[in-house]
């Protein structure tokens, strides 16, 4: 009986501390990506197609990439408090100890900031986080598999656009465009 009562309570002391009740940003984005106040776009890394231009170090850094997940949150007249409400509740989720910053910067009444999850050198998600009070915020999941920041931000500064096939985001634009 003793050792009945003892796995009882051990198992909810681990209950306990594993539901913080706090919302995950995986669990935010899976609750707002049907809300009619946000635009989502799950973007698989096959979009992301190498191409024969890039350097055998641009398209290893490029398939470290596995996934972006984009969630949009376009400010208008008719939901400024579900604005106020949904940018309060991600900024809560941002603020956590597991998120690194990356950087920050602030430009013409938009604020932005790169956060990660993971090791420096072996990151799992980035997470790029811009808000604007007049035209509403986004925050991007990058997902991968140890990705390299440092190599990402030198990829995407000696890419040309020529250098990555964006086919794939054609059909993607057309369905914003039609909405």
């Known amino acids: 009986m003793k050792t009945l009562t003892k796995l009882i309570l ?6 306990f501390f594993s539901c913080n009740g706090k919302q995950s940003l995986q669990e935010y984005y899976v609750d707002n990506q049907d809300n009619e106040n946000f635009l989502s776009l799950d973007l698989p890394s096959s979009l992301l197609m190498v191409n024969d231009n890039m350097t055998k170090e641009q398209q290893e850094t490029l398939s470290t990439v596995k996934k972006v ?16 409400e949904e940018k309060a509740k991600i900024n809560s989720i941002l603020k956590d100890d597991k998120f690194h910053v990356l950087m920050k910067f602030n430009q013409n009444g938009m604020n932005a900031k ?4 993971g090791e420096e050198d072996a990151i799992d998600e980035i997470i790029i986080y811009g808000e604007d009070y007049e035209k509403g915020f986004g925050v991007a999941r990058v997902l991968g598999n140890q990705m390299n920041p440092q190599k990402l931000i030198e990829m995407l500064k000696t890419v040309d656009n020529d250098m990555i096939n964006v086919e794939g985001f054609e059909d993607i634009a ?5 909405n």
């Open 10 to 15: 051990s198992l909810t002391v681990v209950l």
């Open 69 to 84: 997940n984009v969630l949009a949150f376009p400010k208008k007249e008719e939901n400024t408090v579900a604005f106020e």
């Open 114 to 117: 790169v956060l990660y999850l």
């Open 174 to 178: 057309k369905s914003f465009n039609n």
